[in-house]
């Protein structure tokens, strides 16, 4: 018996004494580890590095293989910091020279990352106005804008010499107020009046939506009604915004589609101060009413006057048309290269009933939106193209002859500018879709359509007002 409490307690004794050893030699290995980091930091940083951890395993392998010191990596957050410090605020001279015209001309550039670079991004393309979403078209919620945001978007607008007259705000796609579903209807309305409020956070004045849908379930005039309803409402609980309504192409059951719906909304608004007509284009077009020659453009101007009143007037949107006329389909083109013709554009901006206000383009840009954003180069080179083009009818119209009309540009000029246009688009569309996403090898889009997505997921069939832009 002691014979075997004497190994067991030699195996105990040799087990102790290696394990010491162990210890001995890892504490001696930290320290000078420990003496080599200070050593490096004190050549190269201010702050000490943090010793790197070590597992069980190496410890346990410390005594037998030592192993090479290997130094953590530093990163020096401050230095971090005082980078993204240092990048400049973007300033008018950064960007080409603005063309000095009565007729405002811009896009609906991207907001990605901040409202306050919507900005920059109508700079970058030479825009004397723009258009921007305050927040995603395609949900209910979003996060609120922050004062931070709000406040370096009024600095630059001033900054950049832009005025609120010509910054038009575009709704969600969500929104129908004439929804007779009261609880679908309400939904509606606090998404439309959140954006009201994010446009007097912004000291924005006009705000353009899309009036709504019967979805099948009222009649026109019963919808009609229910719109008027919440923009009287939603005057009450606002200070100043203009709500501005959308002419539609016509789809389905929506409300808009022709002038005599619009003076209907209007004629039951009670602050007529506060509500307003956005006139687009395409849907115009697609429609039925013919705009294509400037007697037909005329005609069609003095019937907006009788059904709604040219004092409504308080915006464009310029776009031209892939389809044909009266197809009550919504198909944005490039201007010039779709169904209305360089000429349309052309007595648009020679007719003085469209000077001062905001025309947007809603045409496929195919550069990545917002591709410029904090001074990057490159991108939305078809907007940037087409805004030169309707420049130089602005100008033209500037010159007017003793009888007050301004001279037509040439056939031959025309076609060189649409060809300017198309050599835009068929670069930029190469390698991109109309909504600016990579394309593979096969000329099909990478990536979900999340957007669409969203919008199936957060809307059933026929409850918005069913006319999306289709780029």
Not at 26 to 37: G, H
Not at 204 to 224: C, D, K, R, W
Not at 262 to 277: H, N, P, T, Y
Not at 327 to 334: A, I, L
Request: aromatic fraction near 6%.
């Amino acid at each position: 018996m002691s014979n075997v409490v004497l190994r067991r307690s030699t195996r105990l004794g040799a087990s102790l004494h290696a394990s010491h050893r162990v210890r001995s030699f890892v504490s001696v290995q930290d320290s000078a580890i420990q003496d080599s980091a200070d050593n490096a930091d004190s050549e190269d940083n201010p702050k000490p590095a943090k010793r790197a951890r070590k597992s069980k395993s190496s410890l346990r392998g410390a005594a037998e293989t030592p192993s090479e010191d290997v130094q953590p990596e530093t990163v020096n957050k401050n230095s971090r910091k005082r980078s993204k410090a240092s990048v400049a605020e973007p300033v008018p001279t950064d960007f080409a020279p603005r063309a000095q015209v009565l007729w405002k001309i811009g896009p609906h550039v991207s907001a990605a990352s901040g409202v306050e670079n919507a900005i920059l991004n109508a700079a970058k393309v030479g825009a004397n106005a723009f258009a921007l979403f305050l927040k995603s078209q395609h949900k209910w919620s979003s996060s609120a804008l922050t004062p931070e945001s709000a406040a370096l978007f009024q600095s630059r607008l001033k900054v950049f010499g832009y005025s609120p007259a010509h910054v038009l705000l575009h709704g969600s796609y969500l929104i129908n107020l004439g929804n007779p579903d009261h609880q679908k209807r309400e939904k509606s309305f606090q998404c439309f009046l959140d954006d009201l409020k994010r446009c007097e956070q912004l000291g924005l004045h006009l705000y353009n939506f899309h009036p709504g849908s019967t979805v099948g379930q009222a009649t026109t005039e019963e919808s009609i009604a229910l719109i008027a309803a919440c923009v009287n409402r939603a005057h009450k609980e606002t200070k100043s915004v203009v709500t501005v309504l959308e002419n539609m192409a016509g789809s389905g059951n929506v409300i808009g589609s022709c002038f005599s719906e619009l003076g209907g909304i209007i004629a039951q608004v009670e602050d007529k101060g506060r509500v307003g007509v956005c006139l687009d284009t395409c849907h115009m077009f697609a429609v039925g009413y013919d705009i294509r020659t400037k007697e037909r453009w005329d005609a069609t101007m003095a019937e907006f006057e009788r059904e709604v009143g040219l004092q409504y007037l308080r915006g464009m949107h310029i776009n031209d048309s892939k389809v044909a006329l009266g197809s009550k389909r919504d198909r944005h083109e490039n201007i010039g290269i779709g169904q209305l013709s360089l000429q349309t554009f052309a007595h648009i901006l020679a007719d003085p009933r469209t000077q001062d206000l905001p025309l947007i383009l809603e045409t496929p840009a195919f550069d990545t939106p917002g591709s410029c954003v904090l001074g990057a180069t490159g991108g939305m080179d078809v907007w940037q193209t087409e805004v030169a083009v309707l420049n130089h009818f602005a100008s033209t119209s500037a010159t007017q002859d003793d009888a007050g009309s301004a001279p037509e540009p040439s056939e031959e000029r025309l076609r060189e500018w649409a060809e300017e246009i198309r050599a835009a688009v068929k670069k930029a569309s190469a390698a991109k879709d109309v909504r600016g996403k990579k394309k593979n090898e096969g000329g099909r889009r990478l990536g979900k359509r999340k957007a669409e997505e969203e919008a199936e997921e957060e809307v059933e069939a026929g409850e918005s007002c069913g006319e999306t832009h289709k780029r």
